[in-house]
């Protein structure tokens, strides 16, 4: 997912670059009411991982994954003591 959007940044910063180089812009007012316009808060409860739910092993990989990227925050989990704990993973591909 993040490789096709960095692919899908490139293609629009591509097609983008001409009319920003002849500075040719035109404004519109960004809709924020259409949810254009997303907070970091409304990741923090899609990045925690509920440690009694069953989840499919591609799933929680790609949660993990998702949220793996040095100076951002992590998904994270809280144990029975209320300790919280960050979970950050590290894939590679393995070589023949």
Do not use: W
């Not at 007012?29 to 808060?41: C, E, M, N, R, T």
């Not at 989840?55 to 929680?60: E, H, K, N, S």
Request: glycine share 4%.
């Amino acid at each position: 997912l993040y490789a096709k959007a960095i692919q899908a940044m490139l293609n629009l910063f591509v097609e983008t670059y001409p009319i920003l180089h002849s500075e040719d812009i035109k404004f519109k007012q960004q809709d924020l009411s259409k949810g254009s316009f997303h907070l970091a808060k409304e990741l923090e409860p899609a990045s925690y991982i509920e440690l009694d739910k069953n989840y499919c092993a591609r799933d929680l990989l790609n949660l993990v994954r998702a949220r793996t990227f040095v100076g951002h925050p992590a998904c994270s989990f809280r144990e029975k003591n209320g300790e919280e704990f960050e979970v950050r993973i590290e894939i590679r591909r393995k070589h023949k």
